[in-house]
């Protein structure tokens, strides 16, 4: 079984839903074009693992905000339904 991972993420405050939606679909986009720039090169070096990383943190960040907008604050209850789907769908290792 994969490690599990524990992080602290604190909500933004005072940002509408609409702002949070669309915060979400933009640090995608940079997640995906961070991926492209790398892939376009003939090395990947260290600094473009840390930008996709940093990228991917923010997608976390903007998904936490999206999360506690809507009033959803057991996030821990959410990644262990998560977790039983994609174990039933045998993405982890018995």
């Known amino acids: 079984m994969a490690d599990k991972i524990q ?36 090395a990947v070096e260290l600094e473009d693992v840390y930008s996709i990383a940093c990228e991917c943190a923010d997608v976390l960040q903007a998904t936490i905000n999206l999360l506690y907008i809507l009033d959803f604050t057991d996030v821990q209850a959410l990644m262990d339904t998560t977790y039983e789907k994609n174990l039933n769908r045998g993405y982890y290792a018995e």
């Open 7 to 42: 992080i602290t993420v604190t909500p933004f405050e005072n940002c509408t839903i609409y702002q949070e939606l669309f915060k979400l679909v933009e640090e995608v986009g940079e997640v995906a074009a961070e991926f492209y720039n790398t892939d376009r090169k003939n």
